[in-house]
């Protein structure tokens, strides 16, 4: 077994036991190091967002003092959620290697489909206001922050 499969395996296998959430596990690695590690504690934290991956960026990031983990690859039990996906685009990390799939997981009952057919739908406006409502409202007082935004001259890009 590959061993930084092994160490989010393990990690998977620690949250199940705990009682924290899912059974998930991930690890960012860089240059041959761990530098994050994380299982699911969406439940023990009473969090939506505390999957294993995010677990794993989050700590990768304050280990590293940087928020662009570019260079860096996740290890993580099973097909990242739409929402981790997300969140490794953002960290640009290179490469994730992954143990179950997607149909896996929703064979234990997770729901990833779900999302993905709702932002499939999204992209083609085609929006289900049953699953969630967007309503856009006030833009002409928001966007006066994005403006002021535009013309800072310190400002980070990604």
């Known amino acids: 077994m590959n061993e930084y499969m092994k160490v989010a395996k393990e990690l998977s296998e620690e949250s199940i036991k705990k ?21 699911n504690h969406v439940l023990i934290n009473n969090d939506p967002t505390a999957h294993a991956e995010i677990m794993a960026i989050r700590e990768a990031c304050k280990n590293i003092n940087s928020y662009d983990l570019s260079g860096c690859q996740l290890y993580t039990t099973c097909y990242p959620c739409p929402m981790c996906l997300s969140a490794v685009i953002w960290a640009n990390i290179d490469k994730v290697y992954y143990g179950n799939t997607k149909e896996d997981a929703a064979s234990i009952g997770f729901r990833d489909d779900y999302i993905y057919n709702y932002i499939k739908k999204l992209a083609q406006n085609n929006v289900d206001d049953s699953v969630l409502s967007l309503e856009c409202i006030d833009r002409e007082e928001t966007i006066k922050l994005f403006e002021e935004y535009s013309n800072k001259n310190d ?3 990604y």
Do not use: T, W
């Not at 690695?29 to 761990?34: E, R, S, W």
């Open 19 to 39: 009682n924290y959430g899912g059974p998930f596990g991930a690890c960012v690695v860089k240059d041959g190091k761990i530098i994050g590690r994380g299982s």
């Open 155 to 157: 400002k980070i890009i």
